[in-house]
Structure formats: C-alpha cells, structure tokens
C-alpha cells in the first residue's frame, strides 16, 4: 500500500511539475510577446515624436541642416504631383521652394497621427500667405495676390532601423492649394 501511495505522490508531483513548466514556458512566451510590442510601440512613438519636431520645428523654421534627423541621405519622396524625389538635398529644395512665393508657410498641427511597424502616417495642416513672386521652371513669375491658403495634408513615411524615413509619401490637393492662393478655379 505504502509503494501504491508514493508512486501516485510521485506522479503526481511529475505531472504538477510538468504542468507547471507548460505554464513557464507559456509565460515566458507571454513575456517575450509583450516585451516585442512594447519595444514596437516604443519604436512608433519615437518615429511620430521626431515628425512632429521635423513639421512643427525644422520644416516651418526652414532649418534644413537638421532634415538629416529624419530623412536618409538617400531619401525617395513621393510628391503629390506625382513627381518622385530621390536624395535629400532634391527634397530639401523642394520645400525651401514653398517659402520663396509663401515666406510664412507653417506647419503646426498633426490632428491624426498612426503607426505600425516601421510605417507612420500623419494627417497634417499646411498654411501660409502668396505674398512674395512666385517664380516658375519656365522662368516667368506670377505675382503675389496676397491670398492666404490652408490645406489638409497627408505623410505617410516608412522608418529604417535608424530612425530615419527612406521613403515618404507625401498627399494634399493641388487644384485646391492653386484656388486658394488665387490661381485656379
């Protein structure tokens, strides 16, 4: 009797024992999981953090020198004319070219910001004044009118380990931006 009682005690504490190891180990999974979400949560906020200081801080204060915060060298942009963008330096005479007809073009406001993996996306508002000539490709320039204009615009930005964007994709209505400043319909 005192043999049939230890192997059952001795089985049973196999089985607890082993049961409790399945727990561990799905624990440990658990962990891990949690852990790899949180270091991605922390990647996205870090990646939106750093777009909002590139709109609210280096593109509306034109301080082109610190783009490389957020941009690659090799950079490839997306524009909304669909006009594609490769390298940082054609990106950043893109949008210097904003500020020579529009000297107080903003951007102050991410109303919508999302993320996931390496992608962020923000729902932005870009603003400014036609104050100052407008100078074409041709080399003909279009006088101020004086009109201020206001869009809802769009950046959907994808992130390399670095914590800079290699692509960006950039969204807003022209034919309503050229209204707005008095040049279209």
Known sequence: MKIKAILAAT??????????????????????????RQADDARIAHNLDTFDTLDFDVFTGQKWDRLHESHAANIKVHLPDGTVTEGIEPHIDYLKYFFTFAPDTRIEQHPVKIGQGEWTG??????GTFSAPMQLADGSVIEPTGKAYKLTMATVGHWTEAGVMDEEYLFWDNAEFYRQIGLGQ
Do not use: K, R, S, W
Request: proline share 0%.
């Open 122 to 127: 923000v729902v932005g508002v870009i603003e």
């Open 11 to 36: 089985a049973a504490a196999f089985i607890t024992t082993a049961a409790a190891a399945q727990d561990n180990a799905a624990a440990t999974a658990a962990f891990a999981e949690l852990a790899a």
